[in-house]
């Protein structure tokens, strides 16, 4: 009987610090989840921003009187490229130069 009763002592206080390793672990992933949240939404709102930006020199770009305007065509093809791997920028460059080009050849 001493010997069932020593294991069994023996095995309760295993289960004791097993529970309390996973309690520690449950704890910090726990936080770190918490963190993770916070980050997630300092992102959605920093992506808010500037989504909301982009948006407002969309609608800038779209009035009758200024869409035609060398800018706000540049503007537009950086806006609106779809191919994520290039920058359109180079294309919204060299439009830029033509059309000022051109306007200096009419002047």
């Keep these: 009987m ?5 294991t069994n002592k023996q095995a309760k206080a295993e289960e004791t610090v097993v529970a309390h ?7 910090a ?7 993770l949240k916070h980050s997630v939404n300092i992102l959605e709102k920093e992506r ?6 982009l948006r407002d020199v969309e609608i800038l770009c779209q009035i009758p009187q200024l869409e035609g305007l060398p800018m706000a065509v540049a503007i537009k093809k950086i806006l609106y490229a779809a191919n994520a791997n290039q920058s359109p920028l180079d294309e919204a460059q060299l439009y830029m130069q033509q059309s000022l080009n051109l306007g200096e050849d009419e002047a």
Excluded: C, M, W
Excluded at 48 to 53: I, L, Q
């Design 21 to 27: 390793d996973s309690s520690g672990q449950i704890q």
């Design 29 to 35: 992933l726990s936080k770190e989840v918490t963190d």
């Design 48 to 53: 808010d921003f500037y989504f909301g930006k």
């Design 2 to 6: 001493n010997k069932a009763s020593g």
